[in-house]
């Protein structure tokens, strides 16, 4: 049996699809665990009436505690011998399960990873049948296409779960939990199919958030994947992993500060604070260094040689002067259309 964990947090606008094309799968051997953090809007009125519906379903209220505690209810919950998760703003093709099963027990794998859709973009790799591929490479095929870092596109054993997620954290727990995950399994298995819709509109989601703690998560995050690929035996995998990673924390952390930036009614010199304080997070003084060696486009190149040399009034005013670009550039397609 499959447990399928959902967990759910003010999403009536996109709840009855979510569940409803998992209670459509075509593989039928399955719980669905249905975990309300909290919700301030109808979600949990919606959960109850499912859970009338249809015997499947566990349907769990708790205070809010951010996902990674729902999520860990539902590990706690969860009496499938498989574990799947997704979001609640998202959904899933019909096949989703039953084929993520059949490749688990055809391969004898310990993780099964399928493709995303992403609107009208696919994120997917392609293994063939045959192919020879250790571990380490194939986790470097899946990190380089963007497929490593989620948990909603992966079927996993639960007897391999070693560490639920941690939780305090607003940003990468899903990373987390992957690293942990792959580091103490041997066989990785691929759905090359795009199964999973993953929707980017949601203004709830959380990775259109950010906050105080963003950066502090951000370290964190590149001390464990330093971790986690200097375990990595084949040099080649774990040096091209690194660059990968340092570049997506880096304007990971570039970005965050970009966004505060972009908030109306901040004045200059809180802005200014912030960003000095940001700066300050960084431990590993070629943190940034790396991350321009590693960044592609000249702008995120920029942006990471001002915060190596700490010129905050630069970096700042460089974030405002592409703010106002792309304000002045909405405003001309504005303009355009009118006419």
């Not at 399928?4 to 003010?10: C, E, L, R, W």
């Not at 979510?18 to 665990?33: G, H, T, W």
């Not at 380490?136 to 639920?164: D, H, W």
Request: with cysteine.
């Amino acid at each position: 049996m499959v447990s399928v964990i959902i967990p759910i947090y003010n999403a009536e606008k996109f709840l009855k699809k979510c569940v409803s094309s998992v209670l459509e799968q075509s593989y039928k051997d399955f719980e669905l665990i249905l975990i309300d953090d909290g919700s301030a809007d109808n979600s949990s009125v919606i959960c109850n009436e499912f859970a009338e519906y249809d015997s499947r379903i566990v349907f769990i209220r708790q205070s809010n505690s951010g996902v990674s505690s729902a999520r860990n209810c539902g590990l706690n919950t969860a009496k499938g011998e498989f574990i799947a998760f997704v979001d609640s703003d998202d959904y899933v093709e019909k096949d989703w399960l039953k084929m993520q099963i059949d490749v688990m027990s055809a391969n004898n794998a310990d993780v099964v990873v399928c493709g995303i859709k992403l609107d009208k973009e696919e994120r997917k790799i392609f293994c063939p049948e045959n192919s020879v591929c250790t571990k380490e490479e194939l986790t470097a095929a899946l990190q380089e296409c963007g497929l490593l870092y989620p948990v909603f596109n992966k079927l996993y054993r639960r007897k391999c779960i070693s560490n639920g997620f941690k939780t305090g954290m607003k940003f990468g727990e899903d990373l987390l939990f992957n690293l942990e995950y792959f580091r103490h399994i041997d066989k990785i298995a691929i759905v090359s199919q795009a199964l999973y819709f993953y929707r980017k509109d949601n203004p709830m989601s959380a990775t259109s958030n950010f906050g105080n703690n963003k950066c502090k998560d951000i370290i964190y995050l590149y001390k464990r994947t330093n971790e986690f690929c200097e375990k990595i035996g084949d040099e080649n995998v774990r040096r091209r992993m690194q660059e990968r990673f340092v570049g997506m924390h880096v304007w990971d952390y570039l970005g965050n500060l970009q966004r505060l930036a972009e908030i109306r009614g901040r004045t200059y010199r809180e802005n200014y604070e912030y960003f000095k304080s940001a700066l300050s997070f960084v431990e590993d003084k070629c943190f940034f260094r790396k991350g321009f060696n590693c960044l592609s486009g000249a702008d995120k190149k920029i942006a990471a040689y001002f915060a190596d040399k700490g010129f905050v009034n630069a970096l700042l005013c460089f974030f405002k002067m592409k703010i106002f670009v792309k304000k002045l550039r909405l405003e001309i397609k504005k303009r355009i259309f009118r006419k």
